[in-house]
């Protein structure tokens, strides 16, 4: 690990005007950045610790929704009993992600600003246009299969690991941000995150000094929710697919459809024309397999992970199922 700089936040605006320097990043509970510094994929100069600001609480909003720290713990947001209530896609997704201990150290924010699991991104004796722009993509041509199959680029299959943020995005969540001349900004999470095309090293849209303060949850929705991981192991190991599902049924029909992907794109991945497909249709495994081949109409495998595409289809079939059965 190379030498860097230290400084200790004792409020946002300070947080802010030090993140502002060149080579500074943020640090809370260090789960994903700690790891890479040992590995020398990140190196920045100066390390600013935010995890003493408040911004570790949950809070009911007048309109029925929760505004959430940034230093909420992953475990505690899970646990919180009005997440279980109205939004229990949320926690089953939070405790889907890594493991009990590094859930009690892992932030809010930290969790939507994770970097990708790809093997060549965490090797810097291989090409990765992510950490080296213009350097190439090992991953093209290479071993791929945890990997993406939508909004790929030339430039990189990298997938985005967070489970939370894939439940977010079908919560249709709002992350709220702080400039470091501060100016405060409200990004709908389907507008936060950046596909790779000839720039993917630039993964969102914060700029320098930016920092994520809350994220805004509306009023829960209507219709069931579930959270459906298909990964390697049943413990600490990335989603090869998931799916958020929150679907609504009345009258025999679907009245309402929200679905978000994990493991198959850059970033939590939701396509409006799939919950489209669905809606106002009576359930039935033909309507579903619809709307797969609407979800997966650009999908495309790289080699060793070209399973993923028929292993969409039945995770996402198997995902609406349960979602619209009667009981």
Same mark, same amino acid.
């Given at each position: 690990m190379r030498l860097? =700089?230290? @400084? +200790?936040? =004792?409020? $946002?605006g300070t947080a802010t005007r030090d993140g502002a320097m060149p080579g500074a990043r943020f640090i809370a509970g260090g789960t994903n950045l700690l790891d890479l510094m040992k590995l020398q994929v990140e190196t920045p100069e100066t390390l600013v610790d935010i995890s003493r600001l408040p911004l570790a609480d949950i809070e009911e909003r007048e309109d029925g929704g929760l505004t959430i720290g940034a230093l909420v713990p992953n475990s505690d947001l899970a646990a919180d009993p009005r997440i279980i209530e109205g939004y229990p896609i949320l926690s089953r997704a939070l405790l889907a992600g890594a493991s009990g201990q590094l859930r009690n150290k892992a932030s809010t924010g930290g969790n939507l600003l994770q970097r990708t699991r790809c093997y060549y991104f965490y090797d #810097?004796? %291989? #090409? /990765?246009?992510? +950490? &080296? #722009?213009?350097?190439?993509c090992s991953a093209i041509g290479g071993e791929n299969r945890i990997l993406a199959i939508l909004g790929t680029s030339d430039? /990189? $299959? @990298? %997938?985005h690991p967070s489970d939370m943020a894939v439940a977010m995005r079908a919560l249709e969540a709002v992350i709220i941000t702080q400039k470091p001349d501060g100016d405060r900004r409200r990004i709908a999470i389907g507008e936060f995150y950046r596909l790779p095309g000839e720039t993917p090293e $630039?993964?969102?849209?914060?700029?320098r000094g930016e920092l994520i303060t809350h994220v805004e949850l509306p009023p829960a929705p209507e219709g069931r929710q579930t959270y459906r991981k298909v990964r390697d192991r049943a413990s600490y190991a990335f989603a090869l697919v998931s799916v958020a599902g929150i679907v609504a049924v009345a009258g025999g029909k679907i009245t309402s459809a929200r679905l978000a992907f994990g493991g198959l794109g850059p970033m939590p991945w939701r396509n409006e024309a799939v &919950?489209? @497909?669905l809606v106002g249709q009576e359930p039935s495994d033909a309507v579903f397999n619809a709307a797969t081949d609407v979800l997966l109409a650009d999908a495309r495998g790289y080699g060793s992970n070209d399973f993923k595409i028929p292993l969409t289809r039945r995770t996402l079939v198997a995902t609406l199922r349960e979602l619209t059965q009667e009981g």
């Open positions: 860097f =700089d230290y @400084a +200790r936040a =004792d409020s $946002i #810097p004796a %291989t #090409p /990765c246009n992510k +950490r &080296e #722009p213009g350097s190439g430039q /990189c $299959i @990298a %997938t $630039i993964e969102n849209v914060l700029e &919950e489209a @497909a």
